[in-house]
């Protein structure tokens, strides 16, 4: 095997390079390991650069009374309490440390007057707490953790796409098999340990905030290795997306525009959020506008105003308001800044919002309001994984960021995503070490599995006839927009379902033209049969979710079930075939401990 | 229906060509949109770099009528009437089509001496808007490396490059020398080994900067004022006489071929 293709040996094999896996990088290098990480766009380039509002840290630079007990409270309510307890508990007590290092690597957050990181306010947070630059905190945090990792002396494999893990003969992780994109030649990678860190999966969706990359890669392979996904029917669609011109349809508005003090209104005028209150919110959400406005002076003036509620309510709301016909002219409703706000206090705290509206939209933000409605944006589902190891169900394989599930339950809290990075990034990091130094680690890779990863990539380039990759993306996306998107129903799901088995089939007769080196047609023609995955996933999860919690809303089931409330879904590829069989189970939520449920109960 | 014509590059670092599209106009549409329906439609194979498609990975540079521009952020209404033609970056090889090899970029960046803070204070630094904000305004670059294509010391040049690091990294070394916790002292450095004095602050770099960083006046124009004040610093010159033997050999070390 190493005679035919390019091959390279490491202890920790780190499948992406986005905030979560340049982490668990820097702490595998800190344990004096070998480290590679592989990833299928250059450095630097990763999801987590659209990141835009900031990441949540109980700080308590902004409000002293900030502690993590209140942090991870917001963060089981905002996931309906389908969190996996330990991971979000986890999260709160160490995002602070974890940005306080960032510092230490170069960050350059904004500051309160005292010379402190400034947090910033965002929906579903009882306290401003999101430690943020701008509306670029993604930005930073990439660049921080990639300087840091380049002066460390990691090896990283840019624009190289795994195609499949590999395991050992007893079925550990052993490696992966990849190809460079720009001459189309494979390339083995034999690994003591891997860290699945690839991000999440939104390109299945027509309107989406994702970027090319959010195939959803990790999470199929995760499955077709063995691994349990769950809670893949939570997907969040953010409430605010650019709604035109159509080409940039979907792209991300941050949620810093309300924390800043932006409303959502109708096309009548009416700032509708007020009338979309649930009522496990009421006691802590604005009853009248000028309450909300005080608020954002001082939150001990008055309660948040509703345009803060969590993703998922917001994303709903809008929803209902563009249905009852009262949208804007071009489907979505009106998100104001600009009666609110002064010109320069737009410009200095969402530059970029600023220039994307301005130079795509050809709106000035500073004078008129936004046309914004939901986009597909973040997978709460993904890899079943230990809290405090960050370990799968294959031993040897890891996975942290958005590829794993649990953390954030059924709707992800804005701001909780980028200390998620790097809360679990370093945990996977520390797991996958700790795997290697354990000698229990795989020392084989099975050349049998390289070789079919290897046939099935090249076969596209085989077929006389066939289809084109990019009109089966296209019809996929289309449909899981129509049938799984944010509202759902039994008989599209089920239609979804069937159609979905079709998809699988036309995958197997997609016809590649052209050479092998950076080839975009190729490429995206090895992303099919994880997007078709983990859209069945979705779609599987969400037939049988017969409720509305969180990111996961259906029409025949509007409310919450209990029983349901107390189980994950979660999801296995038996066979190993991507185009096999998956079985789905319930899988009930870990007990959480009294003092933590205390911590739930609380008043507020 | 109104219809646009795109000229673009295709070939390989063994030659190429522009090739014609013309397609139906769309409204509202950015060059990368036509270049997508372009790969959807008549040419599959046709590379091209794009992650984000919002302005901020910096992966979709291209020369755009002859200017770096970012695809995803130029409008199609925005560019005069006529043939629009899309070219790779030129100081960068060919790698195939629109897509270049970038790497001189990352053995640069791999050649940046580290931040070097003092040990973080119990609750963390404190440093003061003021204070960050210069750095800030560096740290917003998205890294499309326009500038460094724009950049006529390389551009072309070719045997500048082992010589030079570039407007890119001026600002990553300005960056670290007005940042409020860097102990490290990178002039001579940046002088000697990053070839600072190739620059004669024409500005190419700032006028491509999709960002808008001031990089010649702002990063540029003050690193080089730093650098002369410690080079021309006496006590400086006779550390230096001392160090020189030493420093020569790390000069030949940096300088390493692209992976």
Known sequence: ?604 | MAEVTMRIWRGDASGGEFTSYTLAQNEGEVVLDVVHRIQASEAPDLACRWNCKAGKCGSCSAEINGKPRLMCMTRMDSLPEGPVTVAPMRTFPIVRDLVTDVSFNFVRAQQVPALLPPPMPEGGYVMYQEDVERGQEFRKCIECFMCQDVCHVIRDHEDNKQHYAGPRFFIRYAELEMHPLDQNDRREYVREEMGLGYCNITKCCTEVCPEHIKITDNAIIPLKERVVDAHYDPIAWLGRAIRRKKKASAAEAAVQPAP
């Open chain 1, 1 to 604: 095997m190493t005679d035919t293709y390019e091959h390279h040996d490491y202890d920790v094999l780190i499948i992406g390079a986005g905030g979560a896996g340049l982490r668990a990088a820097i702490e595998a290098k800190q344990r004096g390991l070998r480290v590679a990480i592989v990833t299928k766009s250059l450095l630097g380039k990763a999801h987590t650069v659209m990141a835009e509002g900031g990441m949540a840290a109980a700080l308590g630079n902004v409000y002293p009374e900030d502690n993590w007990q209140v942090h991870f409270r917001d963060t089981m309510r905002g996931g309906k309490y389908l969190n996996n307890y330990r991971m979000a508990e986890l999260h709160a007590k160490e995002a602070p440390d974890r940005v306080l290092e960032l510092e230490q690597w170069g960050a350059l957050f904004d500051r309160t007057p005292a010379g402190k990181i400034l947090q910033r306010d965002f929906g579903g947070h009882r306290y401003a707490r999101l430690a943020h630059v701008g509306d670029r905190t993604g930005l930073e945090l990439i660049r921080t953790l990639q300087q840091k990792v380049v002066s460390m002396g990691a090896d990283v494999f840019m624009e190289c796409k795994v195609l499949r893990l590999v395991h050992d003969a007893s079925g550990k992780a052993a490696g992966a098999v990849a190809y460079w994109r720009a001459t189309g030649e494979f390339v083995t990678f034999a690994a003591k340990a891997v860290v699945l860190a690839t991000g999440g999966l939104g390109k299945s969706w027509k309107f989406t905030s994702n970027s090319w990359e959010c195939t959803g890669d990790g999470h199929a392979m995760a499955l077709w290795a063995g691994a349990r996904l769950i809670d893949m029917e939570c997907v969040q669609f953010h409430p605010t997306g650019m709604v035109w011109p159509l080409s940039v349809r979907g792209l991300l508005v941050t949620e810093g525009v309300r924390g800043d003090g932006g409303v959502l209104r109708n096309s009548e005028g009416r700032r509708f959020m007020f009338d979309y209150v649930a009522p496990m919110f009421r006691a802590e959400t604005a009853e009248s506008e000028d309450e909300g406005d005080r608020w954002y002076e001082d939150h001990s003036a008055g309660r948040r105003p509703p345009e803060l509620l969590p993703r998922d309510e917001v994303a709903r709301a809008i929803n209902a308001e563009v249905k009852a016909g009262r949208g804007s002219p071009h489907g979505g409703v009106f998100l104001d800044i600009a009666s609110r706000r002064s010109p320069e206090f737009i410009r200095r705290r969402l530059p970029s919002m600023y220039h994307q509206f301005m130079e795509l939209a050809g709106v000035d933000i500073t004078r008129e309001a936004m046309e914004i409605g939901p986009t597909c944006h973040y997978a709460m589902g993904g890899v079943q994984v230990d809290a405090d190891s960050a370990a799968t169900a294959v031993p040897g394989l890891f996975a942290a960021g958005e590829v794993a599930g649990g953390m954030h339950g059924a709707n992800r809290l804005g701001g909780n995503s980028l200390s998620d990075l790097v809360v679990f990034g370093r945990r996977a990091g520390m797991g996958a070490a700790d795997w290697v130094e354990s000698g229990e680690a795989a020392t084989s890779m099975e050349a049998g599995e390289v070789e079919a990863a290897v046939a099935a990539a090249l076969a596209p380039f085989e077929r006389e006839s066939g289809e084109s990759p990019y009109d089966l993306h296209h019809d996929l996306q289309e449909m899981m927009q129509a049938n799984v998107g944010i509202i759902r129903t039994q008989s599209e799901l089920d239609d979804a379902k069937e159609r979905l088995v079709e998809f699988a089939e036309r995958v197997n007769n997609v016809r590649v033209t052209g050479g092998r080196a950076y080839n975009p047609g190729w490429n995206l023609a090895t992303d099919l049969p994880s997007m078709i995955t983990v859209s069945r996933c979705v779609t599987e999860g969400a037939r049988l979710r017969t409720e509305s919690r969180g990111g996961h809303t259906r029409e025949d089931f509007p409310t919450a079930d209990d029983r349901l409330g107390t189980l994950n879904f979660a999801q296995t590829c038996p066979g190993g075939a991507w185009d096999g069989e998956y079985r789905i189970e319930e899988s009930p939520l870990l007990a959480m401990p009294a003092e933590l449920k205390a911590l739930l109960e609380e008043a507020h």
